[in-house]
């Protein structure tokens, strides 16, 4: 840390405190866009500064505290995630998709007190969860940031005028300490020990503000974001940089075709700064892409999830864009092909890290020596946007992080010397995850959910490939002697009814007598995924 403040990396400011700073500078330029709003930088902090003093004065929250939110992609939740900021509160970025057990057990483990959601979300589910958890004690205070209020919980109306008078000096933000935790963002599933990121001011503030150079953005550019904007992506690769930077950020309330391509006629973007390979494809598949002057957009970066080749190539020829891919991950790191990069790099690896100080090492697998250039290890990272452990998890940090400080990340890297310049691609990985079109899936969490079901004797979920999305989960179950095998639908009403967030049920079962055993006595994932792969492309054929 000592380092990164010499080297003038972290400014020895809070995030919010860089935030507001921004904000005056760029005052009267356009902050955000939604289909519903269009806000300068003034409009947007005064109601942000609002919200803050509304939240302490209308609620029982204090600074410290921390927050879950169940939001969207709406103008609402950029208020109430800088609003929460400036109020010395700290955003927990869950997910609305994320179901009551989720979001209480997160809640419990972080110590978390209060609960941001937006009502009128998907089908309107959330008040219920909400109620849910106020009921159980996991949180006490609930604030309806948009729809209709319900009981107890506060609205986003009463807040704002409750704020109108306040004193944005005398908010708390401005004595935040700057090397405490501004947000958490969330890694593992919700079964076992929560892997929790805990992102501190100066460093999440470093990374926004870093990727916001690396592109080069500022007065008129223009970012488009159609991902979840609370996901660590969304505020570190677009919410945060484009605030800090002067930019304007265009939140798409889906990653729907039809509705990046109005906006992208409306808007102009030229940075679309994550695009996971599913979504090229379906922008590929999209007849009005083609149709659609694209040309604005100068940086499409790819990312979240292996990008095939084929899409790199069908992307350039077919719509005229010459893909950048970033890595990354809510620990922390992100690489990012460099600018001027030639084909091969853009098409064949995920660049190199963003900072000069950002260390990788390629490790051995299970070992902690470096394996040479052009081989196969496991990609270690460290440095000053890179977390040092995992929140309240003191045990796990001990195998997660190597003794002098580096994230073993899980995934399979190798370091490649090419045109001069020296970049990473992804070959894998080792973590027993499963990443669903860039939302990823910890098999123990929902392998721990269908043991619970009486009838079910044994359990592995595998990613089978697909496609689009690139993986999906297939649940191979043992049955109880004498039961009737589950199926897609019956299996995931099960899990749906344990708290089991939508996106990570899984979508195909295969039954059997047992599950295949390595030779070391563990269930063998690798002959299982191999087996659905054969069983897919015997269909296919
Ligand atoms: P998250 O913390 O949800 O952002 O997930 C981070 C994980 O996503 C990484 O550890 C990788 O497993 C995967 N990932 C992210 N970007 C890429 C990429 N460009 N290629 C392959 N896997 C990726």
């Given at each position: 840390m000592a380092r990164y403040r010499a080297e003038g990396l972290w400014q020895g400011r809070s995030l919010p405190v860089e935030l507001m700073a921004a904000a005056r500078a760029h005052g009267e330029r356009t902050a955000l866009i939604t289909p519903e709003v269009h806000w300068t930088y003034a409009e947007l902090s005064a109601t942000a500064a609002r919200f803050a003093a509304g939240l302490l004065a209308r609620t029982r929250l204090r600074p410290g505290d921390a927050v879950m939110f169940q939001m969207g992609n709406v103008a609402e939740t950029v208020v109430a995630y800088l609003g929460c900021l400036l109020a010395g509160i700290r955003p927990v970025c869950t997910l609305p998709q994320h179901g009551t057990r989720e979001i209480a057990v997160l809640a419990r483990h972080i110590g978390a007190r209060g609960l941001v959601l937006q009502a009128d979300f998907g089908r309107g589910q959330l008040p219920d969860q909400a109620r849910t958890l106020l009921a159980d004690g996991a949180v006490e205070e609930a604030v309806v940031v948009r729809g209709e209020v319900f009981g107890t919980a506060v609205g986003y109306d009463d807040l704002l005028s409750a704020g109108a008078t306040a004193d944005p000096a005398a908010l708390p933000y401005h004595a935040l300490p700057p090397e405490g935790v501004a947000v958490f963002q969330l890694s593992g599933g919700t079964t076992g020990l929560p892997k929790i990121a805990p992102r501190q001011h100066e460093e999440y503030a470093y990374n926004g503000a870093l990727w916001a150079r690396t592109l080069g953005w500022g007065e008129g550019t223009v970012v488009l974001y159609p991902l979840p904007i609370m996901h660590n992506a969304g505020v570190s690769l677009a919410l945060q940089p484009a605030l800090l930077s002067g930019a304007t950020l265009v939140l798409a309330p889906s990653a729907d075709t039809g509705t990046l391509l109005d906006l992208i006629e409306r808007t102009r973007p030229q940075v679309l700064p994550l695009v996971p390979p599913a979504l090229a494809?379906?922008?590929?598949?999209?007849?009005?892409?083609?149709?659609?002057?694209?040309?604005?957009?100068?940086?499409?970066?790819?990312?979240?999830?292996?990008?095939?080749?084929?899409?790199?190539?069908?992307?350039?020829?077919?719509?005229?864009?010459?893909?950048?891919?970033?890595?990354?991950?809510?620990?922390?790191?992100?690489?990012?092909?460099?600018?001027?990069?030639?084909?091969?790099?853009r098409h064949h690896t995920v660049g190199a890290p963003l900072s000069p100080l950002d260390e990788i090492r390629i490790l051995r697998p299970g070992g902690d020596e470096e394996v040479p250039d052009g081989e196969i290890g496991e990609l270690c990272v460290r440095g000053p946007y890179t977390i040092r452990g995992y929140y309240r998890a003191e045990r796990h940090n001990a195998s997660a992080f190597t003794p002098d400080g580096f994230y073993r990340t899980g995934d399979l890297a190798r370091r490649h010397r090419r045109d001069g310049v020296v970049a990473y691609s992804i070959d894998g990985r080792i973590k027993d995850v499963i990443n669903r079109g860039v939302e990823k899936i910890h098999a123990d969490e929902v392998e721990d959910l269908v043991m619970r079901h009486p009838d079910v004797a044994n359990v592995a979920l595998v990613a089978m490939p697909d496609p689009v999305l690139g993986e999906r989960a297939c649940a191979y179950l043992v049955m109880e002697p004498g039961r009737r095998p589950l199926t897609v639908a019956t299996l995931g009403a099960f899990l749906l009814g344990e708290g089991l967030a939508k996106y990570k049920l899984p979508e195909r079962v295969e039954s059997v007598e047992s599950l295949p055993l390595s030779n070391v006595g563990k269930v063998s994932k690798k002959d299982l995924r191999q087996d659905i792969e054969a069983k897919l492309t015997a269909e296919t054929a």
């Open positions: 494809i379906r922008l590929l598949e999209e007849p009005r892409s083609h149709r659609t002057d694209l040309s604005c957009l100068t940086d499409f970066v790819v990312g979240g999830q292996k990008l095939a080749l084929e899409v790199a190539e069908r992307l350039r020829d077919e719509l005229g864009i010459a893909v950048r891919q970033k890595f990354g991950m809510a620990e922390g790191m992100f690489l990012l092909t460099p600018p001027g990069a030639t084909e091969w790099l």
